[in-house]
């Protein structure tokens, strides 16, 4: 039985924004397109000129309000839309508004961290929490079940992945490590490890508050941190919610 892609998303500032697509384009050995271009350093980062981990920049593992941040990128001009409960809107280009993008959500920040400085981007290198421009596939069936253990209906922004398959059992992901998938007619991803995850899965995506232990119900349910997998692109080409997806043999 295929399964479906039934949703897409980017993050065009790493932690600061979650965006839902209808249909994209994939470019082999690319991540998606436009997903963390920039991200936020903070004051005790250490940075080179290529990919540099998240423990340096502003994230929501450290800042949970960062994650009921919204975001809506146009390719065409550049402009960047952010939205966030307690926030009024904010509309900017990150490559030269910078400076009111760490205004804006720099109070979002907790006191007790390092505190956001400047924003950072690397043409070309993603700012993946990989040294890799892998995008990260999720499966509708893990989510469901771990939703049911909690009690608790969690929304996919908790877990900041790009493509979102259904028809697979629950933790199937894992099982396709070392194999490669199609979704769409051209799109063929190798799909490479699991996904640990970290404190910002405990932050409702609508409030910014932490109210979810979805580190303590994954290890005590399955016995690991983990939800979703990395996958390289192969072959690139459209994709669209709704496209299809198989293993292929």
């Given at each position: ?97 910078g400076a009111a993008l760490v205004a804006w959500a ?18 070309g290198v993603p700012m993946t929490d990989v040294p ?13 079940a771990l939703s049911q253990k909690m009690g608790l ?97």
């Amino acid at each position: 039985m295929p399964w479906t892609l039934t949703d897409i998303w980017r993050h065009p500032v790493k932690s600061h924004g979650a965006e839902r697509l209808d249909a994209v384009q994939m470019t082999a050995g690319q991540a998606l397109p436009w997903d963390r271009v920039w991200a936020v350093a903070h004051e005790a980062a250490k940075l080179s000129d290529g990919w540099a981990s998240c423990t340096n920049f502003s994230r929501g593992a450290k800042a949970p309000g960062l994650m009921a941040i919204r975001a809506r990128f146009d390719e065409a001009t550049g402009r960047l839309h952010l939205s966030h409960p307690d926030l009024e809107d904010l509309d900017i280009n990150p490559d030269t508004d910078g400076a009111a993008l760490v205004a804006w959500a720099g109070g979002l920040v907790p006191e007790n961290r390092s505190q956001s400085t400047h924003v950072v981007r690397v043409d070309g290198v993603p700012m993946t929490d990989v040294p890799y421009p892998w995008v990260a596939v999720l499966n509708q069936a893990s989510n469901r079940a771990l939703s049911q253990k909690m009690g608790l209906e969690l929304d996919q922004r908790r877990w900041r992945g790009n493509l979102w398959l259904d028809g697979l059992a629950p933790w199937e992901e894992f099982d396709l490590v070392d194999q490669t998938i199609r979704i769409g007619d051209s799109v063929t991803l190798r799909v490479k490890e699991p996904i640990t995850r970290c404190l910002a899965t405990t932050a409702d995506p609508d409030t910014g508050k932490r109210n979810a232990d979805t580190l303590g119900a994954l290890e005590n349910g399955w016995g690991h941190q983990d939800f979703g997998v990395y996958a390289e692109v192969l072959e690139g080409g459209p994709l669209s919610t709704g496209d299809s997806a198989h293993l292929l043999r």
